[in-house]
């Protein structure tokens, strides 16, 4: 009756998430949908669109700037006319300007400045391009995850449906008088065994789809279904591949985005110095305005004429320019020259640290795939032994002179040698995986 149970509740497992299931997710699948949905991807864009307008607000600071006033005022009392004179009476006031200046030199800040900004955009590409990168590594983990679960469910299977054969043929010894009770009984317990841990590995396959889902931030896992792929095929592929950690990073040093983002604040950097710099110059500004106005007083002849005509005859146009010379603010620019100094030589070690990173993350990578590829090796030897040493005792079993329990011991040996050769397979795929992706070559 437990048996029946498990049964059911595994079936209920596997049954369940396939109801609404719509499409089979391959590791492209899941990385693409990942990149759109990320968090991180998507703030990264946000700084990228802010670098933009950062930009754009340098370049047209080359422009003109150009402003419109108006105003209104109405004086009640002794107000002045438009002579100069006091007099005992209101006067209305209308003012219209027009104002427009440009800096015609200002220390080259303005060039200096577009640079920098320009820089700071390409180093915010190059960190959202990291991030892509970082979540795209993220979810292959989570993905052969995945795929390791779905094996070793798929293993735990076999094993159900040889031991409920192992039953069955014990039953039958049983009532035959061919064999004892006890057969039957270590028989069962095998079986039980064996279902109590096919409904765990059917745990494990659904909370790796469920930590997969989550890292992809999809709401529903119950709609990912994962083909399993010729995984031995692509092992067999991955292991031509290895190469040396001199060849890797030689190559891999320019395309890696957080170096490449190091470098380009490094050049912001030296762009900023510039900057401050041009606060020692002097700067010079052009400009020019024109204003007119409209004068009424509250006396029976009026203001001088009607809004119009004074509006006509009141314009003023001014054109001018000016020098300013810095002498002395306080040490403020000496200062700022001297922190963006300070900021370049951040930004420098910034850069060695990051080429240092990035050579440790190859190397590493390097020796982990090595030594995922040489214990996958040895795992096989192990599993061919342990196969070899159980075809031996299934005869001896056939042949009645093995116990149900002598059996059971050499099988379980050949199940424990077989899940430690999956897991070292996949540990392998993934490193090998990782080595792939800093020798440039496709994920998916």
Known sequence: MNRIIILCITS???AFPAQAQTKLWSLGDCIEYALEKNIDVQQRK???????????????SRLPALSGNVGENYNIGRTQNREGVYEDHGAATTSVGANASITVFQGFRINNQIKADKLSLEAATQDLEQARQDISLQITAFYLQVLYSMESEKLSEKQVKINSELVERAKKLVAGGRSSLSELYDAQSALARS???????????????????QEMNCPDYSSIAIELPDVDSMVDHEALLLSPVDSIYSDYIQRRPAVMAAQKRVEQAEANIKVAKSSFWPSINVGASYSSGYYSDQTAFGGGGSFWNQLGRNGSTAIGASLSIPIFNRMSTVNSVKTAKNNARTSR?????????AFKEVQQAYVNAKAAYSKYLAEMKSVDAAKKAFEFEQKKFDNGTSTSYQFNEVRQKLETATSQMFQAKYSFLLRAKILDFYKGEPLY
């Open 12 to 14: 209920l497992l596997a």
């Open 46 to 60: 946000v700084e990228v669109e802010n670098k933009e307008l950062s930009l754009s607000t340098s370049r047209f």
């Open 195 to 213: 279902e109590s841990s096919l409904v765990d590995a059917a745990n494990s396959t659904q909370t790796a789809i469920l930590d997969l889902a």
């Open 349 to 357: 070690l910034s850069l060695e640290q990051a080429k240092l990173n």
